[in-house]
């Protein structure tokens, strides 16, 4: 079983940053892929970004690219998300998420295992 717990939602207005955490208890998290999803009210589920076990193997929805930035820290067992730039349309909970094993990179909710309880970022005009 793995527990994912995020940090670092919270009120920002347009144009301004933010960075959300998120920390696993799984005992893999150094070879895990993870990623980030967020759903807005009356929205799907939307993949935002994904991060390999390298450092160097990022993946990023278009509506987020080169305003977002995904990261990990393996000593900490925990994956950032980096938010820049914030827009009105950002306004969402934000879900970190660990795939499974061979999925990692993937867009899919549904190629995810295990998530965390979920972040609110409100993001004000």
């Known amino acids: 079983q793995v527990q994912l717990v995020e940090s670092g939602g919270g009120l920002v207005q347009a144009g301004g940053s933010q960075r959300l955490s998120c920390r696993s208890s799984g005992r893999t998290f150094s070879t895990d892929g993870m990623g980030w999803f967020r759903q807005a009210p009356g929205k799907e589920r939307e993949f935002v970004a994904a991060i390999g076990w390298r450092t160097d ?13 995904i990261s990990r820290d393996n000593a900490k067992n925990t994956v950032y998300l980096q938010m820049n730039s914030l827009e009105p349309e950002d306004t969402a909970v934000y879900y ?26 409100t993001v004000s005009s």
């Open 96 to 121: 970190c998420a660990r795939a499974r094993p061979g999925y990692s990179g993937s867009y899919f909710p549904a190629e995810y295992d295990y998530w965390g309880q979920g972040t609110q970022v």
């Open 57 to 69: 193997t990022t993946y990023y929805a278009d509506s987020v690219k080169g305003r977002f930035t």
